[in-house]
């Protein structure tokens, strides 16, 4: 199971630490992404970190602002947000997958397993 915390209400050019909690003893053998949907918008994919760590992918509209990082120890995913913009309003959900971090991106359809998500909130 995955657990997402660490959403709330920020105001514009604020900063949010999103938490992914997993359990069980496998965490490490899943690459861990982060997605986000904004109302009435699909679903998009915003980072996602290979199962070492050593590895990241963002979308081009979170390059700079936004860090993936994980500690297998604790089985813990993170997404710290950085220079919030009402545009990234959203509920944001973290996921995991079997696939290879090997390209850019990957897809939603490729992800096994979901979190239910944590409101991000950014005031103007």
């Known amino acids: 199971q995955l657990q997402a915390s660490g959403g709330g209400l920020v105001q514009a050019g604020g900063s949010l630490r999103l938490l992914c909690a997993a359990s069980?003893?496998?965490?490490?053998?899943?690459?861990m992404g982060w997605f986000r949907q904004a109302p009435g918008k699909e679903r998009e994919p915003v980072a996602v970190i290979s199962r070492s760590g050593v590895s990241t992918r963002y979308a081009d509209s979170v390059k700079g602002r936004f860090t993936i990082s994980r500690d297998n120890a604790k089985n813990t995913v993170y997404l710290q947000t950085n220079s919030l913009t009402p545009e990234d309003t959203a509920l944001y959900y973290c996921a995991a997958t079997t696939e290879t971090l090997a390209g850019g991106l990957i897809a939603e359809a490729k992800y096994d397993y979901w979190g239910q998500g944590t409101q991000v909130t950014v005031s103007s």
């Open positions: 069980g003893r496998t965490f490490s053998r899943y690459v």
